[in-house]
């Protein structure tokens, strides 16, 4: 079955710092990978995806993520943290013919 | 329209009532979904709905809960009997074809029971 794990519920860093939101995944083929953001009082946004190819993707607003087959990961990362990305960030997983599952979540605050 | 349209955006409606909720995707998407998120929790999945085929009911939390896809397009997702514990944020996505594709999300149904 097609579970996301993201171990961190909260994590706060300072403006400025780098950031890396952990994401694990089960599934049992060839996982879609996904990263979303939802701002307060917002829907959620896609930040950025992986299907196939580059193991390194970019996204939006700065930020990227690594698909490590042999890790079951896809962390998020972005060198330098703005206020403006203080969010909490989905990661997800899906497939050919299935439904997206979804992580709980992680909650970044950024400290200036 | 240009994206996923939720209605209404605020529901407050007393304790046993039933309530709907509708979702209009994005015209063309095949797969839609319908997810909870409640105060200070994730997303929460609820129901799947993909084409054609018979909808993935795995997530709804009891029978009080259904929902059903017209002409594979629109969406209502119905509550009955409505408990101060349905509070919460509904979602719903759409997506081109599925698990495969980004899903859109709307901005949501923020439900209060009373």
């Known amino acids: 079955a097609q579970s996301v794990t993201q171990p961190d519920i909260h994590i706060t860093v300072s403006e400025g710092a780098s950031l890396e939101l952990r994401c694990n995944y089960s599934y049992g083929a060839t996982p879609y990978l996904f990263w979303y953001v939802q701002s307060p009082g917002q829907g959620l946004q896609l930040l950025l995806k992986y299907f196939s190819g580059d193991t390194l993707v970019q996204g939006i607003k700065g930020f990227e993520a690594e698909f490590k087959r042999s890790q079951s990961s896809f962390n998020l990362r972005k060198p330098s943290v703005h206020w403006s990305d203080a969010a909490e960030y989905f990661c997800?997983?899906?497939?050919?013919?299935?439904?997206?599952?979804f992580g709980a979540g992680t909650i970044l605050r950024v400290k200036s | 329209g240009a994206g996923v349209s939720q209605s209404p955006s605020n529901k407050v409606t007393e304790k046993g009532k039933d309530v709907e909720l509708r979702c209009d995707p994005i015209s063309g998407h095949t797969a839609l979904y319908w997810y909870r998120q409640s105060l200070g929790q994730g997303l929460e999945f609820l129901i799947y709905?993909?084409?054609?085929?018979?909808?993935?009911k795995s997530g709804l939390p009891s029978d009080r809960f259904s929902a059903e896809r017209t002409g594979g397009s629109v969406s209502t997702l119905t509550i009955q009997r409505t408990q101060q514990e349905d509070s919460a944020v509904y979602l719903c996505?759409?997506?081109?074809?599925?698990?495969?594709?980004?899903?859109?999300f709307g901005q949501g149904t923020r439900l209060t029971v009373v």
């Open positions: 997800a997983v899906g497939g050919w013919g299935n439904k997206l599952v």
């Open positions: 709905f993909q084409g054609n085929s018979a909808p993935d």
């Open positions: 996505a759409s997506s081109s074809t599925g698990g495969n594709t980004e899903a859109f």
